[in-house]
Each structure stands twice: as C-alpha cells, then as structure tokens.
DNA sequence: GTCTATACAAGGATAGAC
DNA sequence: GTCTATCCTTGTATAGAC
C-alpha cells in the first residue's frame, strides 16, 4: 500500500493548500466577470478558464460543473447582500437609515460590479437559479422594511408613499450605476467613474429621494 | 428556359410575400424573447426557431445570419425609442414634460419588455453592437434635454440637479419593471402587474421624483 | 421559396496519464 | 493533485433536394 489518498505536492506548494486556494479564487474572480457579461448560457468554461490561467478542466476539476459555480456565484453575493442593513427599526431617524441605505447599496454596487451585472443577468433570464430566494427570503426582508417605513409615514416622519415602491426605486437607481456602466460611461464620455463622480451620485439620489418622500430629519421636526 | 428566378407559391400563398412577412414576424418575437433571456452568445437559433414555429434553417434563410438577426432587433428598439418624447422645449411646463417622459418611459418598457430586456442585455454585456449609438445618437438627445434642464433651473422651476444623473434616475426607475420583472413579481407575489398597478407605480415615482427635484409647475408659481 | 441533410467548430464533461 | 486526450452534444452555417 504505497500511497493513495494523500495529496501529491509539487512545484513549491508547501502542503497547506494554498495552490488550490489560489486556483479557486482566480476562478471565481474569472467566472464572474464572464457569467456577468454573457448570462449563464453564453458564458463558456473555456473563456473562464483562459482568464483564470487555467487549463479547461481545472475549472471543472475545482468546482465540479458550470452550474455548480454559477450557483456558488450567487451565493457569494446574497452572503454579501446579506450583509447589508441588517437591523433597523422604527425609533430610528428616516433621513438617516434611507441615506445609509443609499450608500451602502451605492457601496456595494462599486465594489461588486460584477457581482451585481451577474445578479441583473440572472434576473434579467427570469431568474432561474433564484426563484425561491426573491419570493421567500428577499421578500420577507422587504416587507419587513416596508412594515417599518409605514409607520414612519403614520407617525407623520414622511409621506405616505408605497414602501415597496420605494425599494425598488432605490435598487434602480443605485444599481443603474453598476449594470449600466456601459451606457453611463458612453453617455458621460467618461472612461470611468472616479470616487468623486459617485459621491456626487450618491448625494444626488440622496436628496431627491429624501425629498421626494418628504422625508423630515429629526432637526426639521424640532424646527417646525 | 422554365421558370429560374420565379418564386415557386405553394400551400395557400397568395403570391404576395405574406408568408415571408408572417414568418418574418414570428421571428422577429421569438428572437426578441430569446436573446433578451439569455443574451447574444446564449441564444440559439435552434430555440428560436421552435418558439416561431420554423425548421431551425429558416431562421438563417430570412435572417441571413445570427448576428444580423440580432443587429435588427436592436434597431427595431432605437426607433420605437427615438420616436420618444423628441422635441422639448425651454418654454414647455417642467412638471408636464417631466410626467410626459417618465410615463411615456413607463409605456414603452410595457408594451416591449423583451425588447427592453433585449437592450438591457446587450448593455449588461459592455454594448459591444451599441457602442457608437450610445456614445453618439444617443449622447447627444441626453444632452439636449439634460441643457433644458439646467435652464428651467436657472429659470427657479426647479432644483439645480445635475440633469444627466436625473435623466438616469427616470430610466433606471421605470426600466426596473420590465427588465427586473421576476425580481417584482417573485417579491410581491404577483403572478402578472396590472394596468392599474402600473398606473399607481407611474403616480408613485412622477409625485416622488417631481417633488424630489423641487419642480414648480405653473399653478405653483402663480400661488406663490 | 422552403426545408432536409450535412459540414465543421465549440460546448460541457469524463477517463486516464503524469 | 494537476493536466492532456477524448467523448458526445449542441452550435452556426451552407449545399442541395423538393
């Protein structure tokens, strides 16, 4: 019984698996970008693997199937998504959590872009991968951010606009800037956006929106 | 010499080229669905071809090849959207026009979702087809209005907004429901929107944006 | 003018060499 | 543990029958 399931080291790795993890990360990184650009059909493992540095079937070797990935894909950014406002409640200041939410959903978007255009793909084909996600967990963290934005308009914070509608209007608005890059940047003339470029977006939505909804901080209550 | 370049009618054709026409047509509604689920490189002919009802080769013999076919349905979509809202004026009511624009927005991702979708797609996917279009044609109709803008600003009928990043917000806002239509559907737990909920969803984002922007209409300005 | 048959490349996935 | 060689399916496109 020479050896059999022990891993074969080679090439400097050092035995901890660091190689693989390289190898997953660079995948991951790759297949991002080429299931956001051509949706999970029009993606191939050969482009991903081509821009991972790898040969076609390590792609396969590390994660098993193009449906595999792609799903792990997903998960990533819903963990990430996840991450996001958590917490909030009806003593808290509107101004505050809808500008936060804003931003950090500005955030997220800058960070991830491909994260997102992989989100808006899958979407886009009707969601195949994530239908019970939107109808059960995403849906219930909007209804329960909606349930607190009612009672914010009861309480005469702001007006008494459909909170639904109103996250959406803020996941449009903000993700825009991520999924639509292309047009943004053709339209602009720019060859990207700069930190200050989405500042000034984000505090442009911030106020339109804020104003919209008549959205009154906690100074303006004091004032009036 | 019997007949050579003479079309041969079978089946019913009346001579005219009604078949051609009718299998264009369906064509042209399959491919549209098609590529706007699964984009450029994810469409199959073989898919469209089932959903038109055709042999997969009858595709490529009205089409000519995949990317011509797909080149039409994007022109198809600039002209339904150049026939928008195509001349505005600095002497027109900021809030008429504004409610004009995002209705008239709201109606066309309506009544073409796959084409919007389609378009969504192909921008997802870094416009490589679009390119010149959006940094040329359609640069220039945001800028003729985004200068408008500016100057009903400078008039005190509305806020001074970067005109551009609202025109962005309009489209992103009414976009959404048609190419994040199953994120909307699964999160509200609608099986279809109504006309009536996209006429409240129309009321909702021209009150917040109206408001949101500060835009006096003329009724305003007389009472103030 | 329409459709069947076919060419030839690229797709995902697996077996087996190293 | 990693990579090469290969299988089989599907893809676009064309030639030629009807």
Redesign the interface.
Known sequence: MTQRDAPVRTRGDSGNGATRERNEREILAAAERVF?????????LQDIAEQAGLPKSNVLYYMGSKRGLYIRLLERMMARWNALLDDISVEDDPAEVLEAFIRSKMELSRRHPEGS?LF??E?????PF??EY??GE??DW?QARARIFEQWAERGLMDP??P???I??I???T???A??E???L????KETLSDADVE??TA??T????????VRSRDDRVAS
Request: aromatic share 12%; net charge positive.
């Open positions: 956001a650009r051509h949706g999970y059909r029009g993606a191939s255009r808006a793909a979407i886009l084909g009707g969601a994530l239908q939107l109808s995403l849906r909007v606009v459909d639904v509608w109103l959406f209007l996941w449009s608005a993700q825009h800037y999924d639509f292309a047009q943004v053709g339209i602009t003339g000034r977006i442009f939505l106020q339109v929106i804020l104003k919209g909804c008549g």
